[in-house]
């Protein structure tokens, strides 16, 4: 392949498999997207060594990196280990200050210990948490992207977020945030690309805003 392509590595969010990329185009002769799924934690795995093995995904050098919500977070722990051309943290939070105040209740309470036996039998909690709606508001997007129900996983994953100790921002990141995000509702503050009407799915229901932007963004 030319060396003129840039490789795009797209990572989903908590529980969501990669097709929620599907609507994603960027011009096919100046880039090649790569879509990233969620791998099985293994036990007592800190998110950055998660983020570390992740890293054996991305076979190409200055790649562009792009995560939603809990992989906005993981793509920034994988960026400390690899050279990228570009970051791309959408629907997600810059550090542990924006995260809203129901997830640092459940850090301080270790509430999330208990959490997640749950999130595996009730689809609407789960649905609520990875995409800040009720299953009965969408079932059929649960149906269609949210496949990722491993137990441990879901475990890991809520404890990762909760937990996750970035205090600062990543200067080297371009975040894109909806203002209309109610699963982080603090995070179109400081350095961020503010998506007027954005939701927490709007990589899903406003594809044609990133495959518009994306290649100005890669480029600049």
């Excluded at 079932?139 to 269609?144: Q, T």
Aim: proline share 5%; net charge positive; hydrophobic share 40%.
């Amino acid at each position: 392949m030319s060396n003129q392509i840039t490789h795009v590595y797209l990572m989903p969010g908590m529980a969501a498999n990669p097709s929620i990329f599907e609507n994603i185009k960027l011009p096919e002769d100046r880039y090649c997207i790569h879509w990233l799924e969620w791998q099985i934690p293994q036990k007592n795995e800190s998110l950055s060594c998660y983020a570390k093995r992740m890293c054996n995904f991305i076979e190409y050098d200055n790649s562009v990196l792009l995560g939603v919500s809990f992989g906005g977070m993981l793509v920034q722990e994988m960026a400390k280990f690899l050279n990228l051309k570009k970051l791309f943290v959408v629907s997600s939070v810059k550090s542990h200050h924006e995260l809203p105040k129901r997830l640092k209740l459940l850090k301080y309470t270790k509430a999330y210990k208990v959490l997640p036996t749950q999130l595996v039998s009730n689809i609407d909690l789960l649905a609520k948490y990875a995409f800040g709606e009720t299953i009965k508001k969408r079932v059929d997007l649960y149906k269609k992207y949210l496949s990722v129900t491993d137990k441990t996983y879901l475990d890991w994953s809520i404890e990762q977020i909760v937990c996750w100790n970035q205090d600062e921002p990543n200067p080297e990141a371009i975040y894109i945030h909806g203002d209309k995000d109610l699963v982080f509702p603090h995070s179109c503050q400081g350095e961020c690309i503010v998506v007027k009407g954005g939701t927490h799915i709007m990589i899903i229901n406003k594809f044609k805003w990133f495959n518009e932007n994306l290649p100005k963004l890669i480029e600049c």
